[in-house]
């Protein structure tokens, strides 16, 4: 639950199912950047270093 989707209250469904697709979407990227640790610590890396960020969304390394 790296998202916290139970918190998400969307009501109506296509949006719901748009921000489901753009999490699974955002996890891809982040299982896909090649440094080695949890999703969630690669979250916070992107958070604090705009540098990891531009890394993962590009899928190269700077």
Do not use: Y
């Not at 998202?3 to 999490?23: A, I, K, Q, V, Y």
């Not at 999703?39 to 190269?60: D, H, S, Y």
């Amino acid at each position: 639950m790296t998202f916290r989707e139970d918190d998400s209250r969307t009501r109506e469904r296509t949006l719901g199912n748009n921000l489901n697709w753009l999490r699974r979407f955002a996890v891809t990227l982040l299982k896909r950047h090649p440094i080695q640790d949890i999703i969630r610590a690669k979250m916070i890396r992107c958070q604090m270093n705009p540098r990891v960020l531009i890394e993962v969304l590009t899928n190269q390394q700077l």
